[in-house]
C-alpha cells in the first residue's frame, strides 16, 4: 500500500515548496498507516457483516442464503430450519446484536432440525475471520449429543474425488464425536472426498481437546500456498502442498446433530451457536490483531454492512446445500 500512495504525490514534489512537500510527505505517510492499520486502503475488496438484522429478509437482501435444502451433513432425513436463524440482543453488550443458529432434536428417530447460512461463492486467497460463541450445554433440554458448530468456507463437490474441491474449516465438537471423546476444536483443510455411501476423504487437520464454551475469534489465512488458522490471536494450524484451495467458496455457518451421535434421551433439547460478525479482506494475508483493527475501525464509522468483493461474471450459482 506504500507505493500506491506515494507514486501519486512523487511526480509533483520538483514544482512544490519544501514545507509543502514535508506536509505532502506527511499526509502520505497518515494514509500508509491507516491502510496498514486500522482501515483497509482505496480499492480493498472486503466482506464485513455485524449482523445488526432484525428479520431474515434483511439477511437474505446483503446476499446470504438460509438453507432449507434437503442432504449432508448431520442425521439423515433432518430438516434444514430456517426458523432456526434469529436476531438476538448481545447479553453483554445489549447495544449489539448477533446472528443466532439454533438446532433442535428430540433424539434418536425423532424429527431433528439443523441450520445453516451460506454467502456467496466468489471468495478465494485472503483472510476470512468470524467472531463466534460456542456453547457447551444445550438452550434446552437433556444434553449429552454429538453436534458440530462450525465456521468454513467450500465449494461444491462437482463429483466424486473432485480434484478442484476446496473447503476450510473451523468446528467445534462439544460433547465429542468422530472417534474422539470431550469437547474439541478442529482446523480442517481439504483436498478432496468421496461421498457415502462409498465415504473415503484427503484432509488435513489439526485438532486440540479442552472445551471452547464462549466468545472466541477465527482467524482463516489464504496466502502464498498456505492455508494457516488463528484462534484468539494464537496460531492454531498451518496446511499447505495440494491441499491449497483451487476453487471459488462461499462463507458458511452450520450447526447440526452428529449421524449416531444422539443421546438415547427422548426429550426435546435445542443448542445454539451466535455469530457476532464476520470479515473477509480479499487478497490480504492480515494477522489477528489487523483484523481486530479492521473490524473495529468498521464499527466505529458505524458500518453494519459492505460488500466490495466482485463476484465473477456469470455469478456463480451458490446453492446452500452442503
Not at 514535508?22 to 491502510?35: E, P, T
Not at 475471520?129 to 462450525?150: H, I, N, T, W
Amino acid at each position: 500500500m506504500r507505493a500506491y500512495y506515494l507514486r501519486p504525490l512523487r511526480g509533483h514534489y520538483a514544482r512544490l515548496s519544501s514545507a509543502a512537500c514535508a506536509v505532502a510527505f506527511v499526509f502520505a505517510a497518515a494514509l500508509n498507516v491507516g491502510a496498514q492499520g486500522g482501515q483497509a486502503g482505496p480499492g480493498a475488496r472486503v466482506l464485513f457483516d455485524d449482523f445488526s438484522y432484525s428479520s431474515r429478509a434483511q439477511l437474505a437482501g446483503h446476499g446470504w442464503i438460509v438453507r432449507t435444502a434437503e442432504g449432508w451433513p448431520g442425521v439423515p432425513g433432518a430438516v434444514w430450519w430456517g426458523e432456526g436463524v434469529t436476531f438476538v440482543k448481545d447479553d453483554a453488550a445489549p447495544r449489539n446484536r448477533v446472528l443466532r443458529m439454533t438446532s433442535k432434536t428430540a433424539g434418536p428417530g425423532a424429527p431433528t432440525n439443523q441450520t445453516q447460512v451460506c454467502h456467496q461463492r466468489k471468495y478465494l486467497e485472503g483472510t476470512y475471520a468470524a467472531r463466534v460463541r460456542f456453547y457447551d450445554a444445550p438452550s434446552k433440554g437433556p444434553g449429552g449429543d454429538q453436534l458440530v458448530e462450525s465456521f468454513y468456507t467450500i465449494s461444491p463437490l462437482k463429483a466424486p474425488w473432485d480434484p478442484d474441491y476446496s473447503e476450510l474449516d473451523f468446528e467445534y465438537l462439544p460433547n465429542g464425536g468422530w472417534g474422539v471423546a470431550g469437547p474439541t476444536l478442529y482446523a480442517t483443510t481439504w483436498e478432496t472426498f468421496y461421498p457415502e455411501p462409498n465415504w473415503k476423504k484427503d484432509n488435513i487437520f489439526e485438532a486440540a481437546s479442552g472445551s471452547r464454551a464462549g466468545w472466541h475469534t477465527l482467524v482463516t489465512q489464504v496466502s502464498n500456498g498456505h492455508v494457516k488458522y488463528f484462534v484468539d490471536g494464537k496460531m492454531f494450524a498451518d496446511h499447505a502442498d495440494r491441499f491449497y484451495p483451487e476453487s471459488l467458496m462461499s462463507i458458511n455457518f452450520n450447526l447440526w446433530f452428529i449421524r449416531d451421535g444422539m443421546t438415547k434421551e427422548t426429550g426435546e433439547r435445542s443448542y445454539s451457536e451466535d455469530i457476532d460478525w464476520v470479515f473477509h479482506e480479499a487478497g490480504s494475508a492480515l494477522t489477528p490483531d489487523e483484523v481486530e483493527a479492521r473490524v473495529a475501525s468498521l464499527r466505529r464509522a458505524k458500518v453494519k454492512f459492505r460488500d466490495t468483493v466482485p463476484a465473477p461474471a456469470p455469478a456463480l450459482d451458490s446453492p446452500c446445500n452442503f
